[in-house]
């Protein structure tokens, strides 16, 4: 099974920016669709962006559109989350996970592999 290990995670200034890391486990990396979610407290778990096999379609929650940008590279296993404009909305613990093949990448169904996921903090 593959195993996902989120990093990048921290605190920042409204305004700044952050990267997040997610390396994974294993050989058919290539292969999955790779998800970066985010739960703030008391809130539901929410897709924020989504990347097919090659990169080619990705797809971004309406809210941090032209901010984020989700892009992976297959040599080294690892899928990032560039995150820019950062804003005290974006708090949330934010994780990456993985799923098999979906025609609709912004279905946030049936994703799995969860990593520990990496607090990340905006202060206004």
């Known amino acids: 099974q593959v195993q996902l290990v989120e990093s990048g995670g921290g605190l920042v200034q409204a305004g700044g920016s952050l990267r997040l890391s997610c390396v994974a486990s294993?050989?058919?990396?290539?292969?999955?669709?790779m998800g970066w979610f985010r739960q703030a407290p008391g809130k539901e778990r929410d897709l924020v962006a989504s990347?097919?096999?090659?990169?080619?379609?990705?797809y971004y929650l309406d809210s941090v559109k032209g901010r984020f940008t989700i892009s992976r590279d297959n040599a080294k296993n690892t899928v990032y989350l560039q995150m820019n404009s950062l804003m005290p909305e974006d708090t949330a613990v934010y994780y990456c996970?993985?799923?098999?093949?979906?025609?609709?990448?912004?279905?946030?169904?049936?994703?799995?592999?969860w990593g520990q996921g990496t607090q990340v903090t905006v202060s206004s």
């Open positions: 996970a993985l799923k098999n093949y979906d025609r609709d990448i912004s279905n946030p169904d049936d994703f799995g592999s």
């Open positions: 294993g050989r058919a990396f290539s292969t999955f669709i």
């Open positions: 990347i097919n096999w090659n990169g080619i379609r990705t």
